[in-house]
């Protein structure tokens, strides 16, 4: 499969400060990133879509102006996590895809764990 | 909108046992579905995914899926579980469109 490659894998942080997320595809042309966060005990939800060049795409409830999301190569996206706060502590996991592939595996990071105290 | 429904939210077993997991998707269109697993402080691995043909889907560890349109479900099952089967399983769906996941079942098999 896919690799894909995420750091920090854990951080922890203050509130207030600013975080940012790497995520990389190794062996692989990224058009399309998404970006997901896990809760404790909960399902992944989907945050935003972004495209290679592009502005991103944030589901309803997400903050575009809190989860600022760069796509600007076909293997590298960082979204970073503005002015943290408790209530943003997450699992935040990526997933490279093209979309002519879209029919076929969607391949995930091993994730971030955000802690912010 | 498609949405995913996982019945169990926790299941217990012990070694050896038989294991199905429930699930069921809501979606109007042709669905790509999967199964991931997330064992525990690691991230998610592709069980097994099912495009078209055969609805009966072997996957890697000795876990298969079978799915049944008419149900809108494509459950999960293994015939002996391991203990290094403990893990947090997710149904997911697609149709042409980012996966949509179930909340999760927690499986933990006791020796």
């Known amino acids: 499969g896919a690799v894909v490659s995420q750091h920090p894998s854990r951080v922890i942080c203050k509130s207030g400060t600013s975080v940012k997320i790497e995520c990389r595809s190794l062996d692989f042309q990224a058009t399309t990133m998404f970006w997901y966060r896990q809760f404790p005990k909960q399902s992944l939800m989907l945050m935003a879509t972004s495209n290679e060049g592009s502005k991103a795409t944030y589901e309803q409830g997400v903050e575009k102006d809190k989860f600022l999301i760069n796509h600007a190569s076909l293997t590298l996206s960082t979204l970073t996590v503005t002015s943290a706060h408790p209530e943003d502590s997450s699992f935040y996991i990526c997933?490279?895809?093209?979309?002519?592939?879209?029919?076929?595996?969607?391949?995930f990071g091993p994730g971030t764990r955000l802690l912010v105290l | 909108a498609q949405s995913v429904s996982q019945h169990n939210h926790h299941v217990i077993l012990s070694e050896a046992a038989s294991l199905e997991l429930g699930c069921n998707y809501s979606y109007g269109g042709t669905v790509n579905l999967f199964w991931y697993v997330q064992y525990p402080g690691q991230h998610l691995q592709l069980l097994l995914k099912?495009?078209?043909?055969?609805?009966l889907v072997k996957g890697i560890k000795g876990f298969e899926a079978e799915f049944i349109k008419s149900k809108f479900s494509f459950n999960l099952r293994k015939p002996s579980v391991q203990w290094s089967d403990t893990a947090e399983y997710f149904c997911a769906v697609s149709g042409n469109t980012p996966l949509v996941f179930g909340k999760g079942t927690r499986l933990s098999v006791i020796a």
């Open positions: 099912y495009f078209s043909g055969d609805p």
């Open positions: 997933s490279p895809m093209d979309w002519e592939h879209i029919r076929e595996t969607q391949y």
